[in-house]
């Protein structure tokens, strides 16, 4: 089992920069996809970038290719979404999610087991 938890949302004028971290507990943290996900209210909870156990495969939603870029540090047991050109658009809750399935394209919730407890990203027009 792992635990997340997410740091680093706050506010930021269009085209500014975040970075969020995603910390992971556990001696395990190294075998899980990680997954960032991002969900307005009354919305579904939407895939954003994923990157494989190893860190040698990443991929990213539409929406945020050539923007985001998502990597990790298994010696650290950390992990991160790195946000630029950043628009009203992308005004949401950010999780971070690990899955215990590996070697393919995880995009959907139910395809991660472990969460956190989100954090919020404010970006002012």
């Known amino acids: 089992q792992v635990q997340l938890v997410e740091s680093g949302g706050g506010l930021v004028q269009a085209g500014g920069s975040l970075r969020l971290t995603c910390a992971g507990s556990?001696?395990?943290?190294?075998?899980?996809?990680v997954g960032w996900f991002r969900q307005a209210p009354g919305q579904e909870r939407q895939f954003v970038a994923g990157?494989?156990?190893?860190?040698?495969?990443?991929y990213y939603a539409d929406s945020v290719k050539g923007r985001f870029t998502i990597s990790r540090d298994n010696a650290k047991n950390m992990a991160w979404l790195q946000m630029n050109s950043l628009k009203p658009a992308d005004t949401v809750v950010y999780y971070c999610?690990?899955?215990?399935?590996?070697?393919?394209?995880?995009?959907?919730?139910?395809?991660?087991?472990?969460w956190g407890q989100g954090t919020q990203v404010t970006v002012s027009s």
């Open positions: 999610a690990a899955s215990r399935k590996n070697g393919s394209y995880y995009y959907t919730r139910d395809d991660y087991h472990y």
């Open positions: 556990g001696r395990a943290f190294s075998s899980y996809t």
């Open positions: 990157i494989s156990a190893s860190g040698g495969n990443t």
